[in-house]
């Protein structure tokens, strides 16, 4: 597609399960990111990936939290033993190299109960 | 702590006014700096970029200046429109282990009245 695609755009799990998310960057972007937004909030950032490197995990909030970016394209968020704390919108975002502008997805709207 | 802040968290203007919504930034390494534009329930759309070479960028109706001295960023709005009404990001580059990443200030909600 023309823009970063993520999914799904709304998820509702249970506390204690686990979660996955998907980001689809924009094609030929070496980088990408992911963040969180909870809500009236600013964006939190959470990993970057930048080309063959090691990724920067420095922003995920604990063990819980990890991702994945396989081919250097697609991306895989997951969130494994949910709390409600997790709740909010993740945010993915790409760019064609690691000087460039941003662009972002609607996001996935992630909700515990 | 966050390396990127914004002054004000709200800002009200009518509607035809120009709009300043500034930014200060901690890192002086940082070479290249963003806005962002949030409406509700969309994910932020890039409005403009400088890098650190520049200290003035103009696009259609938006300028951003960028005040090395002081670490300081703004956005400049004219003739502010109700479509303008948002919530502004600016961002920061910042090096890291992988390369560079994109942090992010809290942002500033701007209101636009008719």
């Known amino acids: 597609g023309a823009g970063v695609s993520q999914s799904p755009s709304n998820k509702v799990t249970e506390k204690g399960k686990d979660v996955e998310l998907r980001c689809d960057p924009i094609s030929g972007h070496t980088a990408l990111y992911w963040y969180r937004q909870s809500l009236g909030q600013g964006l939190e950032f959470l990993i970057y990936?930048?080309?063959?490197?090691?990724?920067?995990k420095s922003g995920l909030p604990s063990d819980r939290f990890s991702a994945e970016r396989t081919g250097g394209s697609v991306s895989t968020l997951t969130i494994q033993r949910t709390q409600q704390e997790d709740s909010a919108v993740y945010l993915c975002a790409s760019s064609f190299n690691e000087r460039g502008s941003a662009f972002f997805g609607q996001g996935t709207r992630l909700t515990v109960v | 702590g966050e390396s990127v802040g914004l002054h004000l968290p709200t800002l009200s203007v009518q509607e035809g006014d120009n709009s300043i919504i500034n930014c200060a930034y901690s890192?002086?390494?940082?070479?290249?700096f963003i806005w962002y534009k949030q409406e509700s329930g969309k994910g932020p759309q890039f409005i403009i970029d400088?890098?650190?070479?520049?200290d003035k960028r103009q696009g259609q109706r938006v300028t951003v200046l960028l005040n090395k001295t002081v670490k300081h960023l703004s956005l400049q709005i004219a003739a502010t429109q109700p479509g303008d009404s948002a919530v502004y990001f600016c961002a920061e580059n910042i090096g890291t282990q992988a390369g560079t990443a994109l942090i992010f200030g809290k942002g500033t909600t701007l209101s636009v009245s008719s």
């Open positions: 400088i890098r650190s070479n520049m």
């Open positions: 890192n002086s390494a940082s070479d290249y």
């Open positions: 990936f930048q080309g063959n490197s090691a990724p920067d």
